[in-house]
């Protein structure tokens, strides 16, 4: 049987193979394409390969000159390597090269290989984790400036009288009229202005909170909109029912209800990754990330980023649970980034009665149950999770269930998104300088 040799053409072959297998694996198990272990590989794999490299070189160059001057070539061999008068010039691949002295050629070349080759591979290193714009200069989410409500509007009820004919009765006439009707008797009837449902939030200044002109918020900006803002994460589901016609038709749920708020809804749906999470202004992060899949396994980097978020900047995420392996990873997520671990939401928790009350907890598909969780830090929800595909309801379809529980989940949305603008406007307000 012939013995398979390792060439270097079989080693490049082998390492070919690895960084392609690295790349698949990284891939289907929505693994970190890139981490420690990886570097650490990759950078033993470049090692081999510059020591290899390095040393085919300089034995080419020695085999040259000996071959020149073969009267020449020395004999005695000192401390593992041959005696040579031969001064290179300044090659570092060659061993006699000036760089190296007169004495241990062979043993200083490989330290500057070591040496070289460790410091590029650290400057690759640093450049591919280089985060652009790092300290939270590159992004920014304002909120719409304004002021709104919670006071209920002054309802318009006009009076009407309704004056009946009087009729001047002769005792002594023939015609005899039985039990005549009062002289003056005034009926009252209210328009049908007062027959208009208020809802909590539809005051004179809008949806909102503040003294500014129309639907806003103290602390927003003339360029501020209402976003909605989904995570892209490591799970193949990430995207589920994201976009026009999906969790674009929330915030159209928004203008149709909040009529004031015209102009001041986001033109799309935004997708963002947990590093650029990171890279939001510090007082200027947004108010809610929404997270949805079948599973959710964020790496360490990306808990720090989302605990940054949580504690750091007040904001808020949303958990849907669209497929049954979802709510154990979020869950466990969640309690290590918080701090805390989640309880059920009450039934008659604000955030089930503003601005729409709920009369149940709308349920597309239980993959978690039919209970809500949320995780409490400083006196206000950080994180709701929804057990059963709230999102399925804001498609175009409904996923199949019923216009009223579908309106029931959009009422549910909007809500999250209210708390979330609410407590987030309390939080830049009090942080101004």
């Not at 650490?40 to 390095?54: D, M």
């Not at 691949?93 to 007169?102: F, I, M, N, T, V």
């Amino acid at each position: 049987m012939r013995r398979l040799r390792f060439t270097p053409r079989i080693a490049g072959i082998a390492t070919g193979l690895y960084v392609a297998l690295w790349c698949a694996v990284s891939f289907i198990f929505d693994i970190d394409f890139i981490n420690t272990a990886g570097w650490a590989i990759f950078y033993l794999i470049g090692l081999g390969w510059a020591v290899l490299y390095v040393e085919r070189t300089a034995r080419k160059i020695e085999a040259r000159y000996r071959s020149a001057e073969p009267a020449t070539r020395p004999r005695v061999v000192i401390g593992g390597e041959l005696a040579t008068a031969r001064r290179g010039g300044w090659n570092p691949l060659d061993p006699a090269s000036k760089l190296y002295g007169r004495t241990s050629q062979r043993l200083r070349q490989s330290f500057a290989t070591l040496a070289a080759y460790s410091l590029l591979f650290m400057l690759v290193y640093f450049i591919a984790h280089l985060r652009f714009g790092s300290g939270g200069e590159e992004y920014s989410d304002d909120l719409p400036a304004g002021g709104g409500t919670d006071s209920p509007q002054a309802m318009s009820v006009k009076v009407q009288k309704v004056v009946r004919k009087r009729y001047v009765v002769n005792p002594y006439s023939s015609i005899l009229f039985a039990a005549p009707p009062p002289i003056d008797n005034v009926q009252v009837n209210l328009e049908a202005e007062t027959s208009n449902r208020y809802q909590v939030g539809q005051g004179d200044g809008g949806f909102g909170q503040g003294d500014g002109e129309g639907g806003g918020f103290g602390s927003g900006t003339g360029k501020g909109k209402v976003n909605l803002y989904r995570l892209r994460h490591s799970d193949r589901g990430w995207n589920k029912n994201f976009g026009v016609g999906g969790d674009y038709n929330l915030l159209l749920e928004f203008t149709i209800r909040y009529p004031k708020m015209k102009g001041k809804i986001g033109e799309e749906t935004t997708s963002i990754d947990c590093d650029q999470l990171g890279r939001f202004k510090e007082n200027a992060p947004p108010y809610l990330v929404y997270v949805g899949g079948y599973g959710f396994a964020p790496t360490s980097q990306d808990k720090k980023f989302l605990k940054q978020y949580v504690m750091e900047r007040h904001g808020m995420i949303l958990g849907d649970s669209l497929g049954p392996g979802f709510h154990g990873g979020f869950i466990a997520a969640m309690n290590e980034i918080t701090g805390v671990q989640g309880v059920p939401i009450p039934r008659d928790d604000p955030i089930h009665k503003y601005p729409f009350a709920l009369p149940q907890l709308p349920i597309v598909v239980a993959h978690g149950g039919s209970t809500p969780y949320g995780w409490r830090v400083d006196g206000r929800w950080a994180v709701y999770w929804h057990p059963g595909a709230l999102s399925d309801a804001w498609r175009d379809d409904r996923a199949g269930i019923r216009k009223e529980i579908a309106a029931q989940c959009y009422e549910l949305g909007l809500n999250i998104m209210a708390y979330a603008m609410k407590e987030q406007d309390k939080w830049r307000l009090s942080n101004k300088p």
